[in-house]
Nanobody, 121 residues
Framework: QVQLVESGGGLVQPGGSLRLSCLASGSIFRINAMGWYRQAPGKERELVASITTSASSNYADSVKGRFTISRDNNKNEVYLQMDSLKPEDTAVYYC???????????????WGKGTLVIISS
């Protein structure tokens, strides 16, 4: 199994910054894509940003230019630097990875338990 542990959430004022981290552990053969999703109260979970093994990234339109996703393949970690935060960024942020536990196994999707981000003055 793959365990994902997120950290870095909290309360910050509008215009502030936060950096989320997610550590993947377990008997992992290979991690492919890594990403961050978020779910605000009463809304569907949505993709925030994703990054491939070659560091090609993709962002939701709502966070382009403000958020930056990165990863450390040696540490099995993915990060989300969030700048110029807005109240509408308030949500639970979930880490997601596509990983293979064995060489012949197809990639599966794994989720963290989430970290709460609140943007409020």
């Amino acid at each position: 199994q793959v365990q994902l542990v997120e950290s870095g959430g909290g309360l910050v004022q509008p215009g502030g910054s936060l950096r989320l981290s997610c550590l993947a552990s377990g008997s992992i053969f290979r991690i492919n894509a890594m990403g961050w999703y978020r779910q605000a109260p009463g809304k569907e979970r949505e993709l925030v940003a994703s990054i491939t093994t070659s560091a090609s990234s993709n962002y939701a339109d709502s966070v382009k230019g403000r958020f930056t996703i990165s990863r450390d393949n040696n540490k099995n970690e993915v990060y989300l630097q969030m700048d110029s935060l807005k109240p509408e960024d308030t949500a639970v942020y979930y880490c997601n990875v596509e990983a293979k536990l064995y060489v012949l196994e197809p990639s599966k999707s794994y989720w963290g338990k989430g970290t709460l981000v609140i943007i409020s003055s």
